[in-house]
């Protein structure tokens, strides 16, 4: 059990019903979106950046880490307490502060959830760009976090190109603005260093997010492909051909059996993979721009390709597609999602890795990922309970990060590098490049104290940490 | 504590086989359940969240947590609204493992409660008779004054629970033959079931369905010895008297050799299509479970896949529509409703913010949890009064009674129907 004396203060600062510390609470906690588990010792639920303020310096005194949580919808193990500690819930911090139309901002608390902003904005035609699959669940505190992307980050970039100002809790409580609401403050950009330091360097509070006018004209078509070559090179293509679409994203045909098993929006259960592509703009632009993509898509051998007639069928494509993840579940017990990036052009040819790591590790993957940003997403179908088989899948997992770097590309595209990923990060960066990351860290946090254990190889074993289990035995710590 | 390295050794329970259902192992834990619960969406606590709630019943399965009272309070906190069943990618049947939860843990509440609800389940649904005498006395209670002197001097909650009650019609539903005919042409035979409180506190509901169902050429049939659907037992935690109780009414329809089993009580109607789970274990009747649950059609599923031919006369009313859970959720039926209200010439509908979402009655939910009710209702009656609907359509009894009582209690003073209601009005005498 933690101290009694940091549950009487914790519950002093947030109120006794938002400190868990029973077990048929906490256990709740102990895992994410991922495959990583460990029990949380407590969990504190506080209301707002007061509490928060307290919270942190209550956990200062007491040398307590700190994991900051949004909705868990994370994929890369960054909300797990790997070293015990305080989990940090901004669930309650879910106010959307101001709408400035004119300004065409708005403030909102960390635990607002991604859609319900567009959903606030939508009639003044607006919308908030960034849009992770899990754009219905998660929440903006961990889209900045993690510097999510999403199937629009093609046109529209990624969460830091939205974020113009964050308030944070820094380590000693103050709690202090970091860029506004203006673009371009004067001085370091020390808003950009926080996005996508996965909590490692203080708690954001509030967020200061940019809207996106709503474009006149959105159309959206699918391509049908009876070979994956098809349909990558379709995708070279395209972006060759000087059209930027909005998205880009390819499904294959395990993962077309997840989506139709799950919960079924109709797509060719018989295709080897489906292209969708999503063209923006005024509606000159976007009909003389879906012709030409239709064309290139026939030119690669598409068997068929359908444009969405209407904004219902278009959302059925995208209700598919952003159900993706979720729906691995109709299909195996577990999955382990890897977020690989390579330059576009060597799109095919990680394609056909992947399938030869399939084949090689006896696994079953299912592939859906933003083929625009050549950001893969490698789903390794499995069963937990069958012994030795989260071995390979880890190995496996390992097989296709090496593949994309031997590219030319990078481990993570969007869903940061969390538990999982940063035994891997040392084939990316050399020491002094980590060197120097762990430096700005230390000026934030140089206890250590914020969601530790993660982003950076642990230090015993730098660059060789294995990927631990989902279920830790008693006494094993990561 | 030791600061950064906590070291809880896990305490082992016994396992618990009969929680480790393949449901369990379709969650891949993805989250988007979440902001379509009720109960999360209040108390932003993930333990109040389905994916909670399934990571629990796994927990428990396993050894891992105890079936304590806190395990309990999580589980029986859910409205089983199955929302989240809409929301997830992976068709996870949550309702089944709340439920089979439920079933290891029994009904809900101090010792005491829970004896009543056992006396309830077991000794007073299954018996039409006895309920109706039951609600006779309570009728009189009403009707003579005395819950007028007697309600002030009740104890807090039940006091509450008094002033839910709603007025007990003088009348109550009888069935007066075993088959009544369809006018004009017919076009299918279909029975009807006839439910345990529908009967006594919606029985012109009852009467207005059997009027629509025939006008459009059905032949009814009302099998005599027919019983409550069971479903307050299932989601009570209570599984042997909810069996026996399917297992009569698959026998009394079956024999009656239907086109169709029609439900006007969406709760009942989630309930019968599922007895060939529920009877999955039972090998005389795990056949003839499926085929009954595949006979069972909601009155408004049924009416609009058959088509309308009873002429429709003109209804002036703004209504708003109120999806009941079991219906939106539990049986994936939006469309028809609407559909069949959106015929009825003067009838506007006005959509409802938030319509798929609980309104907080969940069987006896409002009553073992009113205060979360109560939170859920009063955020409904705000987004009824959005709407400036005069009346509210919401085809299933929990749901009427729930929001009869918002209405009442936070306003607007609106009207409450049952579908049938409208249309019964709508096609009055058109065709007779």
Redesign the interface.
Known sequence: MPAAELIRELRGIVGSPYVLIEKADVVVYEQDGSIFQVMPEIVVVPGDVEEIAAVVKCARRFNTPIVPRGSGTGLAGGAVPAEGGIILSLARLNRILRVDLQNRIAVVEPGVINADITKLVAKDGLFYAPDPSSQAACSIGGNVANNSGGPHTLAYGVTTNHVLGIEVVLDDGRVVWLGGEVPDTPGYDLCGVFVGSEGTMGIVTKVVVKLTPSRESVRTLLGVFDQMDDATETVVAITGAGIIPAALEIMDRTTIEAIERGAPVGLPQNAEAVLIVEIEGLKEHTERALEIARSICQRNHAREVKLAANEAERQLIWKGRKGAFGAMGALAPNYYVQDGVVPRSRLPEMMRRIALISKQYNLRIANVFHAGDGNLHPNILFDMRSPGELERVIEAGAATLRACVELGGSITGEHGVGLEKKAYIGLLFNEADLAAMARVRRVFDPDGRFNPAKLFPTPASCGEVRLEPAKIPAGLWI | ?E?????????VHAKVPSLDIPEL????????????CPTYRVL????A?P??RI??VN?AAEG???L?D??KE?IYLCLLCRACET??????SYGRIAETAREQLGPPGSPFARALLNLVFTRLLPYPRRLRSVFALLRLYQRTGMQRLVQPLLPGKLRDMDTMLPSIPAKFFRQKAMVLPAIGERRARVGLLNGCVMPLLFGDVNEATIRVLRRNGCEIVLPKNQTCCGALNIHNGEGVAAKKMARRNIDVFLESKLDAIVVNAAGCGAAMKEYGYLLRDDPAYREKAESFSARVKDAGEFLAALGVSAGLRPVEMTVTYQDPCHLAHGQRIRAQPRQLLRMIPGLKLTELEGADRCCGSAGIYNLTHSEMSQHLLKEKMQSVAATGAEAIVAPNPGCMLQLAYGARRYGPPVKIYHLMDLLDRASDAAGE
Request: positive net charge.
């Open positions: 504590m600061p950064h390295h906590n070291n809880p050794q896990e305490t192992h379709q969650c891949v834990h993805c989250g988007l359940c979440l902001n379509q932003r606590l993930e333990p969240s994916r909670g990571h629990l927990a891992r947590i105890e304590g806190r395990f999580h929301a997830c990618p992976s068709g996870v």
